[in-house]
């Protein structure tokens, strides 16, 4: 399975009560990424029902990024890497998986697979849209093999 963990786009700043919303530069943002994503076939793509991160993964899908779009509370702010082992291991069989959601979950999960802990290093700082691609045989801890980190935001 190959595996991309990509943040949302740049966001504005949080209101009294109010959801944060992509700003003009997150919409740019998220452009530039679809079009970075243009020659992989993804076929499931799943996001945090958070506006932010529905906002970056609904630009994503519109310009041809992944062929199944869904929203997943499992991808929320606070969520356990366990809890998305369990919805990747739901999609395993899909095909390649793109996942939108928000730091420091998207950092956790790259870690994890990776190096086989939620606080590597060189995982830390996610820009917004950065992306990190995996290949895995095998969902577990500690398997997966770093294809590509792309941190960049401009």
Known sequence: ???????H??????????EQALTDHGRQQAL?????????TISVLIHSPKLRTTQTATILHEQGVGGTLLEDQRLLPGAKVEQVEELLAQHNSSGSIALVSH???????????SAGQIDAQEFGYFAPVGMVVL???TLAR???ELL???FHND
């Open 32 to 40: 530039r990424r679809a079009q970075s994503l243009a020659d992989e």
């Open 1 to 7: 399975m190959k595996l991309f963990i990509i943040r």
């Open 142 to 144: 500690g398997c997966a």
């Open 9 to 18: 786009g740049e966001a504005s700043a949080p209101g009294p009560g109010a």
């Open 103 to 113: 730091l420091p979950l998207v950092a956790h999960l790259a870690g994890w697979f």
């Open 135 to 137: 290949e895995m045989d």
């Open 148 to 150: 590509s980190m792309d």
